[in-house]
């Protein structure tokens, strides 16, 4: 996969060495549109500028850009983006993964499988999609190339049983971390999203303090409708971070900008490509710095 | 949350006929909510500014400044315009009031027709494979189902369990079959073409089994992917298919246009399918993708099940951008 080019061209080409105005603030506010923010954010985050503007406390572009910024940044601290692991002693620390269709959780979770046996934890998958052709071959064949071993059910089967089954097989073999695949499914479908919660309140139930971490992952091209996909997913399983995939294409990724005003829910990785590799810690500067950078040619 | 765009007509209306008679900065003001509702439903930013600078066009002329009802007459007019740029195709003939079933897929005589899927990856495209088969099967067409996909893992083994799905479960006079050469999958990274010939493998397999409708599965991939792209070229020019769909996921955002014009400058599309409709997107994505590359959509994928695949109704998407399906047929029965 490639990583993004971290330019710093659009947004300093914007408001750099500019005096602020009224059409400048419009370029501003269509390039935040523009990268997935959502028109009311957009327009909150134009008439803030505009307000320190008027107010004398924000003189010139290179102002607004510093103020852009720091907003931005600010709406995610250090302290929340890395994963929660269970206290010393009681684990294992189990990892709930769950998302709209094809958002990349399976291909998300080899990512971050990689990076724990890369830090020299021990892993086991649970395939508890159980729905959708060939999606447990799918975890098996990352599974085989990262060396981890998968517990699965009946195709068509009780996803929450595989995830008891899982739950009790990671403690048999005291492994360090229990990742769960879960099948793709939209936030409109009320019965599946009762199915997840399910999963989680089997997996509560045998591990104290599961699930430590629950990932949604979210597409980076996806649209406003972002917003209600988190909305309902945090109803349904309290999740506590996002897994922003694909931000190695085109799309700026800005709707996690939407969610974060919406929700109070973190990013804590970004994927950038279709191997394990191809994923890095979630950094607000470099992403608020690319999410307006030119557009990459095509 | 949201306004959806139909809140905000009606609140810009309730503005507009609360007025015997509306002036053009009224109607301004109107479009300046539209344009706002429109972005909100993931219509590309510099579509919805040129769709509002239409329809202003089209309002400020006597029609509606002069309407008894103003703001229904607006409403009438965004919505006209919104099926136009959608590509004018209406489920219901306005004028008889029959339902219209235009073609969408084109049949080339002798067979085998060839369809190739593309998209971004996660898009829908092998779904879908198995859903055009299973709505083949049922106009009694016999398929092959090609796995062209070697890269994501255990992509042939998803189509071949959906050919089997299809064979199972869908009724019909027609038959679906698979063709796939799994024991490329190992080869594919290290050889260029691979996915090439197994491609040109299988037209080979079609033509001799002489079915009515090959399709093609392939890799899902960036636009900004050289490499990838030129792959799908070189099957283009390998297998020449006489329709190639891009599948687009209904609830990309303000992207949808960037992806798809790359697709379309570099494979020359015959159609659109946007998939996962059944969630809750007010689907801009498809107002924009058609306005840009100019190409039909032909289907909509509204589920996750072999059968949920519908052929695609202007009309139908253009209530829903608006969120207003009953305000426009109000409308239109006045
Ligand atoms: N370019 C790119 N592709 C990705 C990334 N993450 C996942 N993908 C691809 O997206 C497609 C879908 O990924 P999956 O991991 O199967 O998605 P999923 O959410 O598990 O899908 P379902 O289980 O069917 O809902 C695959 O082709 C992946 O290779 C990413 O960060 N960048
Ligand atoms: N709800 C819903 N889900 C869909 C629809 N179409 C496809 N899906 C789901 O979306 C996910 C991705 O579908 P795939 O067919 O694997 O997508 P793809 O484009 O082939 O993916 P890659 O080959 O990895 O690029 C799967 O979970 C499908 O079941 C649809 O219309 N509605
Ligand atoms: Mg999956
Ligand atoms: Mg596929």
């Known amino acids: 996969g490639k990583t993004r080019e971290g330019s710093a061209g659009a947004l300093r080409t914007i408001l750099s060495g500019k005096q602020l105005s009224k059409e400048l603030l419009r370029d501003l506010e269509r390039a935040m549109i523009q990268a997935d923010i959502g028109i009311k954010t957009a327009i ?34 250090e ?13 294992p620390t189990v990892i709930l993964v ?65 995830a008891f089954d899982a739950a009790a097989a990671a403690k048999a073999r ?18 599946l999203m009762d199915q997840l919660s399910k999963i989680r309140r089997v997996v509560e139930k045998q591990i104290p303090g599961a699930p430590h971490e629950v990932i949604l992952v979210i597409d980076a091209t996806t649209g406003q409708n972002g917003v209600n996909q988190a909305k309902v997913f945090a109803d349904s399983i309290d999740v506590t971070g996002i897994f922003l995939s694909k931000l190695d294409g085109s799309a700026r990724g800005g709707i996690v900008i939407a969610i974060r005003e919406a929700l109070n829910i973190p990013v804590k990785f970004v994927g950038v490509g279709e191997t394990p590799a191809d994923v890095e810690p979630f950094d607000p500067a470099s992403f608020i710095e690319a999410m307006f950078a030119e557009p990459a040619a095509s | 949350m949201f306004n959806n765009l139909s809140d905000k007509f009606e609140g810009a209306l309730r503005k507009l006929s609360g007025k015997g008679k509306i002036s053009e900065s009224n109607v301004r003001e109107a479009m300046e909510e539209v344009r706002e509702a429109l972005l909100e439903a993931d219509v590309h930013y510099e579509v919805a500014e040129s769709f509002c600078g239409n329809v202003l066009n089209k309002a400020v002329g006597a029609e509606v400044l002069d309407a008894v009802e103003p703001g229904q007459q607006m409403i009438k007019i965004v919505n006209d315009e919104l099926i136009e740029l959608l590509g004018g195709e209406r489920s219901v003939d306005p004028e008889t009031g029959q339902i219209i079933a235009p073609e969408h897929i084109m049949y080339v005589e002798p067979g085998p027709t060839v369809l190739m899927m593309s998209g971004l990856q996660g898009s829908g495209k092998t779904t879908t494979c198995g859903k055009l088969a299973g709505y083949l099967k ?68 079609a ?37 190639i769909f ?7 955002g303000q992207d949808a246009v960037n992806s798809a014009k790359a697709f379309n400058d570099q494979l020359e599309l015959d159609g659109v ?29 509204v589920g996750e099940k072999l059968d949920n695949l519908e052929e695609f109704h202007a009309d139908r998407i253009a209530s829903r951008i608006l969120g207003m399906g009953d305000i426009v047929s109000l409308v239109e029965k006045a």
Not at chain 1, 49 to 77: C, S, V
Not at chain 2, 149 to 154: K, T, V
């Open chain 1, 44 to 77: 909150e985050i134009r008439k803030d500028i505009e307000a320190g503007w008027e107010r004398g406390e924000i003189a010139d572009g290179d102002a607004a850009l510093d103020f852009l910024k720091a907003q931005l940044t600010a709406y995610y601290p």
């Open chain 1, 79 to 91: 302290w929340d983006r890395t994963l929660n692991f269970a206290p010393e002693g009681e684990g």
């Open chain 1, 98 to 162: 769950a998302g709209i269709n094809g958002a990349g959780k399976t291909t998300s979770i080899a990512k971050i499988c990689k990076s724990l046996r890369d830090d020299g934890k021990s892993v086991l998958l649970a395939a508890c999609d159980t729905f959708r052709a060939a999606a447990v071959e799918q975890l098996e064949v990352w599974s085989g190339r990262l060396g981890v071993e998968v517990v699965k059910g009946q195709q068509g089967g009780d996803p929450a049983a595989v």
């Open chain 1, 174 to 191: 005291g492994v360090d971390v229990l990742i769960i695949d879960t099948a793709g499914r939209l936030h409109t479908q009320s019965h």
């Open chain 2, 138 to 205: 049922k106009k009694g067409k016999s398929v092959m189902l090609c796995a062209a996909d070697l890269q994501r893992p255990a992509a042939v083994t998803q189509l071949q369990v959906l050919t089997e799905q299809v064979e199972a479960e869908v009724e019909g006079t027609g038959s679906v079959q698979f063709y796939g050469e799994p024991d490329k999958v190992a080869a594919y990274g290290e050889a260029v073409g691979v996915a090439v010939d197994v491609c040109r493998n299988a037209l080979k397999a």
């Open chain 2, 207 to 243: 033509k001799r089994e002489k079915v009515d409708v090959l399709i093609l599965d392939t890799a899902g991939r960036l636009h900004i992917d050289e490499d990838l792209m030129g792959e799908l070229r070189r099957v283009n020019a390998a297998v020449m298919p006489h329709q």
């Open chain 2, 246 to 252: 891009l599948v687009i996921d209904a609830m990309t």
């Open chain 2, 273 to 301: 399918i946007l998939t996962k409709f059944d969630s809750d997107t007010r689907g801009g994505a498809a107002l924009s993708v058609k306005s840009v590359t100019g190409k039909p959509i032909r289907f909509i994928g």
